[in-house]
């Protein structure tokens, strides 16, 4: 269905058709804070496009000035081949944008935020209900369509977020924590539209507190940390640079007062603890888990299990952020309070 | 250029439709409107204060001021905490656009409550408006000045409660300084020239001359000259305001 429903609205000409957003030298500052620090990257037509970042990065800031909603201290974005300050309405013409909360009307009802937001977007009038009406069922809402949307449950207020951005077939969506705070199964939908909308030719700019969603959805990550990108790749790429460190996951039959303990050990750069396992950062596996045997016989433990890991894209996230085992596990934990919030 | 405005003026409308919709038409909105202007001239007659040949002009003119600018600074401001402001900033739309939007809203909901007032009290008061089509264009110029004042209030303020507070702060004085009970001409001379930097001043104004003169007549048409230069003033300044409270 989606197919038929789609034909991307996006491209300015054929030379432009390879880039969706360019971004130079963008800087944001407000007083004497400097929120984004002079970035730069560029996101190709048809990618999904992972942007990642601890709270406070300004993710939300750069976000904001790639749809027009803040104007850049200095720097430039194009959007659609379209400078997004001097030709702004023609960018958003093309551009969908899912905020971080559902902003939907609560006071009316689906139909109507679905036929205003055409409106809006300029969507002729004969095209504003065959659209309207094959979101809704594309999105399982055109049973509720008459209800109030301020009675919908989160989920459902997400989707019709994401319907009400879809309207107008935009050629790029900008998704900001699109399953932030939603059950397993509304999430699930949302990631396998989000794989539906990009195999159609939707350029995807996401960002998400959840590093495993970017992982399995994203072609491309950048991840940004006090205001400034520290790198733009591909997610295995950026596993890869974080490889020199190997990985082992070893768990014991009681864990108290260890983790300084496997720290000290010969061969160990770092020791995280992860619920009842350590994960050791080692040069090298097959040297570390001979020592590992000899220090639970050492100290009377007892192995429950070991294995080795390969770097995770969050791993390659901790070490490029630099942030600390405590820092990343708050920054999970906020994106799992979101989750139980829905 | 020309479609681009006549795009602009057709999703202004589209916005203005949704306010309507969402925000306005609800029955404690008019109350709170009418229940302010009515309680004032209440106040005042009761002091003995009151010339009943003024009183129809003032207290349509004060209906619209409360109703238009007390909705004005919820609809804008509630958008902004609730969000949904920023589903029209990411929209294809000038700020101006979003602007205009809001202000016709009040526009047409300041012409039903003027409505509601103006020609019901007139006959009450048996009061002949000897130019309605006059009335009704100073009727249409107050509102749109009120909902561009409404809206400078909502730009600025950041929460519903602080907004109100300065839509009274800028509305009350003027109940007092605008000739809106008595005469302006009875005002010491000072007073009178702080009168003139009043929208209210120029919609009462407009609205006496419409009763009373059969014929346009030149201060008619300074005043609704200086309420429409108010509108444009007040829509320019709300976009700024805007601008820089969002960026």
Do not use: H
């Given at each position: 269905m989606l197919s038929r429903i789609w034909s991307v609205n996006c491209v300015r000409n054929e030379h432009e058709m390879e880039i969706a957003i360019?971004?130079?030298?963008?800087?944001?500052?407000?007083?004497?804070?400097?929120?984004?620090?002079?970035?730069?990257?560029?996101?190709?037509?048809?990618?999904?496009?992972?942007?990642?970042?601890?709270?406070?990065?300004?993710?939300?800031t750069t976000i904001r000035m790639l749809t027009g909603q803040t104007k850049p201290t200095s720097g430039t974005v194009t959007v659609a081949g379209y400078d997004v300050v001097r030709e702004s309405i023609k960018a958003k013409e093309r551009v969908g944008v899912v905020p971080e909360v559902s902003n939907i009307y609560d006071e009316m009802s689906a139909w109507d935020n679905l036929v205003f937001a055409a409106q809006l977007y300029g969507v002729a009038k004969n095209e504003r209900e065959k659209r309207a009406k094959e979101l809704l069922e594309l999105f399982g809402l055109y049973e509720r369509r008459t209800g109030r949307a301020g009675n919908f449950s989160k989920g459902m207020k997400r989707r019709l977020t994401i319907a009400a951005a879809l309207i107008h077939k935009p050629g790029i969506l900008f998704l900001d924590e699109p399953t932030s705070g939603l059950d397993v199964q509304s999430s699930r939908m949302i990631r396998n539209l989000t794989k539906d909308l990009n195999k159609n030719g939707t350029t995807i700019f996401l960002t998400t507190h959840y590093i495993e969603e970017a992982d399995q959805l994203c072609q491309r990550v950048a991840i940004i940390n006090k205001g400034k990108i520290v790198a733009v790749d591909n997610p295995e790429k950026l596993k890869a640079s974080v490889e020199k460190h190997q990985i082992v996951e070893v768990s014991f039959d009681q864990t108290q007062n260890l983790e300084h303990e496997l720290a000290s050990l010969k061969y160990v750069s770092k020791v995280v603890q992860v619920g009842d396992k350590f994960r050791l950062h080692v040069r090298s596996t097959s040297e570390a888990v001979p020592l590992l045997v000899d220090f639970a016989r050492e100290n009377g433990l007892k192995i429950v299990s070991i294995d080795t890991l390969n770097p995770s894209l969050e791993d390659a996230f901790v070490e490029m952020t630099g942030l600390s085992p405590e820092v990343m596990a708050t920054e999970k934990e906020q994106g799992k309070k979101a989750v139980s919030l829905g | 250029m020309v479609k681009a405005w006549a795009d602009s003026l057709i999703k202004a409308f589209y916005i203005a439709k949704k306010d309507a919709k969402v925000y306005y038409f609800k029955a404690p909105n008019f109350t709170y409107g009418l229940l302010i202007p009515v309680s004032l001239y209440l106040a005042f007659s009761m002091a003995g204060e009151i010339n009943s040949k003024l009183i129809v002009a003032g207290l349509s003119s004060?209906?619209?001021?409360?109703?238009?600018?007390?909705?004005?600074?919820?609809?804008?401001?509630?958008?902004?905490?609730?969000?949904?402001?920023?589903?029209?900033?990411?929209?294809?739309?000038?700020?101006?656009?979003?602007?205009?939007?809001?202000?016709?809203?009040?526009?047409?909901?300041?012409?039903?409550?003027?409505?509601?007032?103006?020609?019901?009290?007139?006959?009450?008061s048996g009061t002949v408006v000897m130019n309605p089509l006059l009335a009704v264009i100073a009727i249409a110029f107050t509102s749109m000045a009120f909902s561009a004042l409404g809206i400078v209030a909502s730009a600025y303020a950041k929460w519903v409660p602080e907004a109100q507070m300065l839509s009274n702060f800028l509305r009350f004085p003027m109940v007092f300084l605008s000739g809106t009970f008595t005469a302006l001409e009875v005002f010491p001379s000072q007073l009178q020239v702080v009168a003139r930097f009043l929208p209210l001043t120029y919609s009462v104004e407009a609205l006496r001359s419409s009763i009373a003169e059969p014929a346009v007549t030149y201060t008619y048409i300074l005043d609704i000259a200086a309420l429409a230069l108010f509108t444009i003033v007040l829509l320019a300044l709300s976009t700024k305001i805007l601008e820089k409270r969002i960026t």
């Open positions: 360019a971004v130079y030298d963008l800087t944001k500052q407000y007083g004497k804070i400097l929120a984004v620090d002079n970035i730069s990257f560029t996101v190709n037509q048809g990618e999904v496009f992972g942007f990642l970042g601890p709270n406070g990065a300004g993710k939300t | 004060l209906v619209i001021l409360f109703g238009t600018t007390s909705i004005e600074a919820v609809a804008v401001v509630l958008e902004k905490q609730t969000g949904t402001f920023e589903r029209l900033l990411v929209a294809p739309l000038s700020l101006f656009t979003i602007v205009l939007g809001k202000a016709l809203a009040g526009f047409f909901f300041g012409l039903i409550l003027a409505a509601v007032v103006l020609f019901p009290l007139a006959a009450v």
